[in-house]
């Protein structure tokens, strides 16, 4: 397999990847957002909602990495086919 190819196949597997981390955000906020409407007593509720603020910045941060390594990719494939 040529640089090219093993680059190409690389952004494909980051972006399948960086997909499937907003799918798990969306799953988490809407389960936290569950969680906290169920809940009766108002420190559970400020604690869910941390949780939920934290989560949150957890995925975001991972989205950004996984962008930064796309990009780094497409450089890469962009040296190779030179």
């Known amino acids: 397999m040529s640089n090219k190819a093993y680059y190409q196949k690389?952004?494909?597997?980051l972006?399948?990847?960086m997909q499937r981390e907003k799918d798990a955000m969306k799953r988490d906020n809407e389960s936290y957002a569950q969680l906290i409407k169920s809940s009766s007593s108002?420190?559970?509720k400020a604690s869910y909602r941390k949780s939920k603020i934290d989560k949150a910045e957890y995925?975001?941060?991972n989205?950004?990495?996984i962008k930064l390594r796309i990009a780094q990719a497409q450089l890469n494939?962009?040296?190779?086919?030179k």
């Open 77 to 81: 494939k962009a040296k190779a086919s």
């Open 10 to 13: 690389q952004i494909v597997d």
């Open 42 to 44: 108002p420190s559970t």
């Open 59 to 61: 995925h975001k941060r």
């Open 63 to 65: 989205i950004e990495s």
């Open 15 to 17: 972006r399948a990847q």
